[in-house]
């Protein structure tokens, strides 16, 4: 979603928050702002609707120097996308605001500030903190902290902020409620933004703030408090990711890059877990085998990929025995769940931020679960720091707003916890070191599966002319066929729904004809004929077919396209069927025109609610 960077230094700060307005260009925003405290003290502001690239021309027309500065990328939610809009906001030249997340209380807010004087210019709700700001700085006689201090204690909702004043020179205020920042720690200088991505060039030592946490950055230091204000500090970690992570190399597009990324992540999601035929526990640590030896029952809670990826694990945890339950993070937070008796709380996020599935994790604790364990691809992030138990996926940095490795590798991820349960479940031996067989031969399977990248590339150009397609799967290839249908939804716009292939006659055969192109994967298994039944009733309505199988499947349908996949293993297959619906929707995106790494009202990270 929404990006915030700032920095204090004893140089011209604006190079460092417009590159990291670039490197954050991959959340999603529909525009751009910078804000600055220059040599003569004033506070100076430019900001543009559209790209990064946008605003950079204004300030090639109008260049801003200062040591001081703070910059936004912004996601509509308040308001259009217009210049009026966009962040930074201002109150007068007294104080400046950058803000990711929703203040709920802004209309009520805003009448009071009305009412005492105050003009406002935008529809946003960020626009009633610098006003309030300004307010609260009136009141206390230009001390900036207290008026911040006081200011925040008036938010209701999610908020990361970062506020500059000419009048205070020598601090950035910043605070944390639901919504992610981070410190980078330079020398004699130091950083703030919503993401470690955007300031990867400058360090890789950075400070996360905790819920509630506000205070200052200064050149020579930082300085926090908790929510109860209370002065605390917060430990410096070291990043492993480095700048490089997120450049595109030779492709075309992050998406395709990360696609064909996938055989070497998943080989690092297994690194150390597996070996010679056994799985290595141990790498899971001894807190989460001592949650896995109590764990009665699994209730996955996720959203959007995500949440695919656990209703694929709840057919793997259910053949392993183990009673499973699958959660959109958005309703189980309002709903009234039943808890059995030693349940783990499962949570998956690609970035450990979005804030439905935090928001569960953090109602959870009162509900009687076991504990929780998150499956995640950010080790600095809200979800690994507040779960009792993180199992990475180590996926990278993954800038496609399209999730894609990320997807995979949580799928391995999940696979390795389900052979745990399945091991504390008396599986079978040979069984269970087929599984792990299985799992060492994936990154290799997944190489053979992109070799289709040409021939679905071809594919692709039926797919240009159309408004619709249908993805049809059973089993677990369901929750792929789902998957499927939501790449393809997202990157090219073409609207895209996905069914169990039993549910045709149900509803969604009334819309099959010659224009609707149904997409199918085909696996060897028990639920092969049923599944070919299916698709004999879509050639019998016209439809045009697109399948996906191995070469063990014998199709005797007329009319279709298909191509095949080496003979993959029944137990990963779901994995490897993902790669060609994750080509054919960037292929389809490709030939369409449109914005594959950042779609249209996308974000990458869904910070709000």
């Known amino acids: 979603m929404c990006g915030i960077v700032g920095a204090i230094a004893r140089r011209n700060v604006t190079p460092i928050l417009m590159e990291g307005l670039r490197r954050l260009e991959y959340r999603g925003y529909d525009s751009a702002g910078i804000a600055i405290c220059d040599p003569e003290g004033r506070l100076q502001r430019i900001r543009s609707v559209g790209k990064v690239a946008a605003l950079q021309e204004r300030l090639d027309g109008s260049p801003l120097e200062g040591v001081l500065g703070i910059a936004h990328t912004r996601w509509a939610t308040h308001g259009i996308p217009a210049e009026r809009n966009a962040h930074p906001h201002m109150s007068g030249e007294r104080v400046a605001v950058v803000h990711n997340g929703i203040i709920e209380n802004h209309a009520e807010l805003r009448a009071e500030l009305e009412t005492a004087g105050y003009r406002f210019v935008s529809e946003t709700d960020t626009e009633v903190i610098a006003h309030l700001l300004a307010h609260e700085l009136e009141r206390s006689g230009d001390d900036l902290e207290a008026a911040f201090r006081n200011a925040v204690s008036r938010l209701v909702g999610a908020y990361a902020l970062a506020v500059a004043s000419p009048e205070d020179p020598e601090r950035i205020m910043v605070a944390r409620s639901g919504s992610p920042l981070v410190i980078g720690v330079g020398d004699g200088e130091h950083f ?8 990867l060039p400058e360090t890789s030592d950075f400070i996360f703030l905790e819920e509630g946490d506000w205070g200052e950055v200064r050149r020579d230091g930082v300085f ?27 492709y075309r597009h992050y998406m395709l890059k990360e696609i064909f990324e996938q055989p070497g992540v998943i080989a690092e999601t297994l690194e150390g877990r597996i070996y010679k035929g056994r799985l290595l526990e141990e790498s899971f640590g001894h807190e989460a085998q001592a949650l896995l030896d109590e764990a009665r029952n699994i209730h996955i809670i996720a959203c959007g990929t995500s949440y695919h990826a656990g209703l694929v694990a709840r057919y793997w945890f259910e053949e392993a025995g183990v009673p499973c339950q699958v959660e959109v993070a958005s309703e189980f937070r309002y709903r009234k769940v039943v808890v059995p008796e030693k349940t783990l709380f499962v949570t998956i996020s690609q ?49 496609g707003v399209a999730s894609t490795k990320a997807f995979t590798t949580q799928l391995v991820a999940l696979r390795l916890l389900v052979l745990a349960f399945a091991k504390r479940r008396g599986g079978d031996e040979e069984w269970l070191r087929a599984q792990v067989e299985e799992l060492q031969a994936l990154p290799r399977q997944v190489e053979q599966a992109l070799k289709l990248n040409e021939p679905i590339r071809k594919m692709a150009e039926a797919f240009s002319d159309k408004e619709n397609a249908l993805f049809l799967g059973r089993g677990s290839f369901y929750p792929i066929a789902l998957e499927g249908a939501l790449k393809l939804k997202e990157i090219s716009y073409i609207h895209a729904e996905a069914y169990p292939a039993g549910e045709l006659k149900h509803g969604p055969l009334a819309l099959v ?92 990270s869904v910070t709000v609610e």
């Open 192 to 199: 703030i933004a919503s993401d470690v991505f955007a300031l």
């Open 513 to 604: 004809d010659e224009r609707m192109p149904v997409v199918c994967a085909l696996p060897d298994d028990p639920l092969l004929e049923k599944v070919l039944s299916n698709l004999q009733e879509v050639r019998a309505r016209g439809g045009e077919l697109f399948l996906f199988s191995d070469r063990r499947v014998k199709i005797e349908l007329d009319r279709f396209q298909s191509l095949t996949l080496d003979d993959i293993c029944p137990g990963t297959a779901p994995i490897v069927y993902t790669i060609p619906l994750q080509l054919l929707a960037y292929h389809v995106a490709v030939l369409k025109g449109t914005d594959v790494d950042q779609p249209r009202n996308l974000a990458k």
């Open 224 to 250: 926090l408090r908790d929510a109860a204000g209370n002065p605390v500090e917060r430990p410096v970690t070291s990043s492993r990711l480095s700048a490089s992570a997120v450049d595109k190399g030779p």
């Open 351 to 399: 970035s450990g931020e979005t804030a439905d599935t935090l928001a569960a994790l953090r109602g959870s604790r009162e509900m009687g679960y076991l504990g929780s364990l998150t499956i995640c691809n950010v080790p600095e992030s809200s979800l690994v720091r507040e779960s009792d138990v993180a199992l990475m996926t180590r996926a990278g940095a993954e800038i």
